[in-house]
């Protein structure tokens, strides 16, 4: 009876509560349902005893969404303020009862305005990869998120992530919740400052376990973009990042990506400099030569801090020291023709 006294109490004076009419756009809205009374009853909700058990025990009784949907009902930011912490658990909720989940929560998906940045803020603090029946019917609202271009770049990461785990972990389902196509299409709506997201994500996912060829060949020539407007100095970085980081896959990811890199400045060489003898550039350095005439520009200020002994390696590499290509490199950076043997 306390808590009932205590939620009519809460849910009666929250309408007549001031509300700040300015936030910051990087504002998260978990930030304001976690310091709430409306966010504290929403989370009251969540951690209702008849949540828990498995299939067949848990439930969402009528009392629980008459309760949650007075909350959702709830003008302006004290609704979002709900939202926010529903959409953390709306896998899950979608999971007990999809037909009230996506008649109640999922349309924010699509909003625009406030209460989209709250769903989105919620679902993807939740840090889940849907189940692919649920991610298939979210994809189309993911793109076109994507595609207006978050000003939360912890919203774009999130997508990213979800996105290359869906692709990578269900790719041999009967029915993948994303194809190639479909993720190309994600990453052209995206836009470069995307697709970078997408191989910062990737790469990392690659130094924490291994991946096969199979899957980085079919990424880099199906699922990669060709247009034009993807050939930029930011994705020739993050390309070659990704690239210098495959080890011994190397041979492979510079092949597919080399015709899609332009000069640019200023890229990270530090995993070739650092890598110990039998690297990438001891292994493989015609390869490497290749993406490096792409990669530097003419101006040698620009030139990452490492180039000059990287292409002394090269240049005592009998497969790679007599490449007029190599030369004119060290020409630029004035260094001698002959390099005295270590």
Known sequence: MEINTLWRKTVGAAPSSPQSSERYPERNWADDGLNSPIGRLTQILLEDPSLKGGYGTARLGSEWKRKMETLLGLPGDLRRQALVLASFQFSFLCYL??????????????????????????????????????????????????????????????????????????????????????????????????????????????????????????????????????????????????????????????????????????????????????????????????????LLSEDVHQWPHYTGEILDRLARDPRTGADVRLSRLRRLMGRPTVVPAV
Not at 101 to 109: C, D, R
Not at 166 to 191: D, L, Y
Not at 263 to 271: I, L, N, P, R, T
């Open 97 to 294: 009862d999809p037909r009230w989940a996506t008649a109640k929560i999922m349309p924010s998906m699509d909003d625009e305005g406030p209460d989209g940045d709250a769903f989105w803020d919620g679902f993807l603090w939740a840090n889940k990869v849907p189940c692919p029946p649920l991610l298939r019917r979210m994809r189309p609202s993911i793109v076109r998120r994507i595609s207006e271009g978050s000003h939360r770049k912890s919203t774009t990461g999130g997508m990213a992530d979800i996105l290359l785990y869906a692709w990578i972990e269900w790719a041999g389902n009967r029915r993948p919740p994303i194809t190639n196509a479909q993720f190309r299409e994600a990453i052209v709506e995206g836009g470069a400052e995307f697709g970078v997201q997408v191989l910062s994500n990737f790469g990392r996912r690659l130094q924490r376990k291994p991946i096969s060829r199979k899957t980085v060949a079919a990424f880099l020539r199906e699922v990669w973009p060709l247009q034009k407007s993807l050939k930029t100095e930011e994705t020739s970085r993050a390309l070659s990042n990704f690239a210098f980081r495959s080890g011994d896959l190397f041979p492979e990811v510079a092949g597919l990506i080399v015709t899609r890199l332009t000069s640019c400045g200023h890229f990270d060489s530090y995993a070739l400099q650092s890598e110990e003898a039998g690297g990438i550039v001891g292994q493989y350095p015609k390869e490497l030569l290749e993406v490096l005439v792409r």
